[in-house]
Every structure is written in structure tokens, then in C-alpha cells.
């Protein structure tokens, strides 16, 4: 029985046009248009018994309050606790600040407040997919592994005499 299972998944995480980014005087202009995808990713693993999520969110920055309610949301979608629950955030300007950050007109509350709970609504639904979709995890030390290269090319140290990943800039694709 493998030791370790893991799972990933991703939601676009875009705000609607016309909140204004997380910032006070150089950032804080509204949105106008989407020139790249933000996204939350999500990462399973798991031994069989204990989970473990790690969320990376392209969001600039979240209250401790928020960070709490989306862990746990998350925490229930893959049936762990919060304290296995991890989240990053790529402190991205181009995303809408949060209902926390600062007071805000009534209409751009109610615009921070419908991005937070799809923001935490896709998070939770990746983790919860990646959860589902959890397989056995190759170690880099079976003869199984595939380890993916920095070139983004599958690579293995008892496939080639040189020992170093990355050293297959012509081997398949990673998945």
C-alpha cells in the first residue's frame, strides 16, 4: 500500500469588473478588465488516515478572520482539521481587497463581499475535487517515480547517468 496519495486542482478565482484592488492610494483603483487569470489551486495529501491541504491563492492579502472562516471551510470540504489546512497568498496587486481591508462605499462592499464568498466557495470546491481525485504518489526513490524536471519534463535519476533533475530537456511532457 503506498505511503503517500496526492491530488490537485484549480478554479479561476476573477473578480467582477469594477471592485477596487487591494491598495490605499497607488493600487486601490477599480478594476477594468482581466489581462490574466487569478486562480486557486489546490493540493491534497494524504497517508490514508490524515489529510493535509495546501491552497495557493492569487489574492494579495486576507484578515486573520478571513484566513480562519476559509480554512475551516476548506478543512470541511476535505475532511480534515484547519490546522492541516495551509494557504498562500501571492500577495498579487491585480486581485479586489476583501470586506476587511478597509470601509468601504456600500456598493464596493457589497461587490468585496460577493468576491470573498465566490473566493472561498472555488478554493474549497478545488480542495474538495482534488480530494476525490487523490492517487498513489510515486517516491523519488522508487523505480516508479516521475519526477517533474524544471524544464517541465518528466525525468527519473535511474533513467539517465546524470544525476541531476532537469538534465532531460528532450524526455515526454509532464501531464
Known amino acids: 500500500m503506498p505511503d503517500l496519495y496526492a491530488a490537485a486542482a484549480r478554479r479561476l478565482i476573477n473578480p467582477p469588473l469594477g471592485v477596487r484592488r487591494a491598495g490605499i492610494r497607488i493600487f486601490a483603483d477599480p478594476i477594468r478588465t482581466i489581462e490574466?487569470?487569478?486562480?486557486?489551486?489546490?493540493?491534497?495529501?494524504?497517508?490514508?488516515?490524515?489529510?493535509?491541504?495546501?491552497?495557493?491563492?492569487?489574492?494579495?492579502?486576507?484578515?486573520?478572520?478571513?484566513?480562519?472562516?476559509?480554512?475551516?471551510?476548506?478543512?470541511?470540504?476535505?475532511?480534515?482539521?484547519p490546522s492541516q489546512v495551509m494557504v498562500n497568498l501571492s500577495h498579487t496587486h491585480s486581485s479586489p481587497a476583501l470586506p476587511d481591508f478597509i470601509p468601504d462605499t456600500t456598493e464596493q462592499m457589497d461587490l468585496k463581499k460577493q468576491y470573498r464568498d465566490h473566493l472561498f466557495e472555488s478554493a474549497a470546491a478545488a480542495a474538495e475535487e482534488a480530494a476525490g481525485r487523490l492517487l498513489p504518489a510515486g517516491r523519488p526513490n522508487s523505480r516508479s517515480c516521475r519526477p517533474i524536471s524544471s524544464c517541465g519534463r518528466q525525468a527519473c535519476r535511474h533513467r539517465t547517468s546524470d544525476p541531476r533533475y532537469g538534465s532531460s530537456p528532450t524526455g515526454p511532457l509532464a501531464p
Open 36 to 81: 490574466s487569470d487569478l486562480t486557486a489551486t489546490a493540493v491534497v495529501l494524504s497517508d490514508g488516515d490524515t489529510r493535509l491541504a495546501i491552497i495557493a491563492l492569487d489574492l494579495c492579502l486576507m484578515s486573520m478572520r478571513e484566513m480562519t472562516e476559509l480554512r475551516s471551510r476548506i478543512a470541511c470540504a476535505v475532511d480534515t482539521r
